[in-house]
T-cell receptor
Framework: GNSVTQMEGPVTLSEEAFLTINCTYTATGYPSLFWYVQYPGEGLQLLLKATKADDKGSNKGFEATYRKETTSFHLEKGSVQVSDSAVYFCALSDTFGRGAQKLVFGQGTRLTINP | DTGVSQDPRHKITKRGQNVTFRCDPISEHNRLYWYRQTLGQGPEFLTYFQNEAQLEKSRLLSDRFSAERPKGSFSTLEIQRTEQGDSAMYLC??????????????FGPGTRLTVT
């Protein structure tokens, strides 16, 4: 079945450092890819998405490019802030007809940014 | 628009008891999803409704679990004869329906279940 593998955490960085969180996937067909973020005490929020190969999703300074040849969707940010501390989930959409989609998530990567 | 809400936020129950959780989706969203998230893992799909019809169920959803969405608005998830392995965060999400997609799933804050 479809699956997502994320970089093991936790990840700890200093403010203004460069961030990469690796994500690779296994899927049949052409799923859409997502990054969700979970801030402490809050629900999951969509951070960015890409719906086809070579698409780049971006939001709040974060970027990820849908790489079909390497089946990857790595999350990057050039300069992280303390407020980026959260758990990040990579996910793909698994369509089960009628246009509806379930999300298949990776295990999550906890990111802590120190001032 | 107040977002997806879930009630209760926390539930502690003894093994063997029944529990019921409620999810109120965003009002104009026709699709409603339930996921389960155990500690240190990503959410796993349980079931999905389009309006009042339950259209998909995961094999994770044993016969002790039942979900309803009687009027196509709020949904309930019931777990009968709870087991310690049911301890998890239960997440609800909703999304709109229409041509195109994929549509973003909006998640609620979750209900954390602890079975003692």
């Amino acid at each position: 079945g479809n699956s997502v593998t994320q970089m093991e955490g936790p990840v700890t960085l200093s403010e203004e450092a460069f961030l990469t969180i690796n994500c690779t996937y296994t899927a049949t067909g052409y799923p859409s890819l997502f990054w969700y973020v979970q801030y402490p005490g809050e629900g999951l929020q969509l951070l960015l998405k890409a719906t086809k190969a070579d698409d780049k999703g971006s939001n709040k300074g974060f970027e990820a490019t849908y790489r079909k040849e390497t089946t990857s969707f790595h999350l990057e940010k050039g300069s992280v802030q303390v407020s980026d501390s959260a758990v990040y989930f990579c996910a793909l959409s698994d369509t089960f007809g009628r246009g509806a989609q379930k999300l298949v998530f990776g295990q999550g990567t906890r990111l802590t940014i120190n001032p | 628009d107040t977002g997806v809400s879930q009630d209760p936020r926390h539930k502690i129950t003894k093994r063997g008891q029944n529990v019921t959780f409620r999810c109120d989706p965003i009002s104009e969203h026709n699709r409603l999803y339930w996921y389960r998230q155990t500690l240190g893992q990503g959410p796993e799909f349980l079931t999905y409704f389009q309006n009042e019809a339950q259209l998909e169920k995961s094999r994770l959803l044993s016969d002790r679990f039942s979900a309803e969405r009687p009027k196509g608005s709020f949904s309930t998830l019931e777990i009968q004869r709870t087991e310690q392995g049911d301890s998890a965060m239960y997440l609800c999400a909703s999304s709109p329906i229409g041509a195109g997609g994929p549509y973003e799933q909006y998640f609620g804050p979750g209900t954390r279940l602890t079975v003692t």
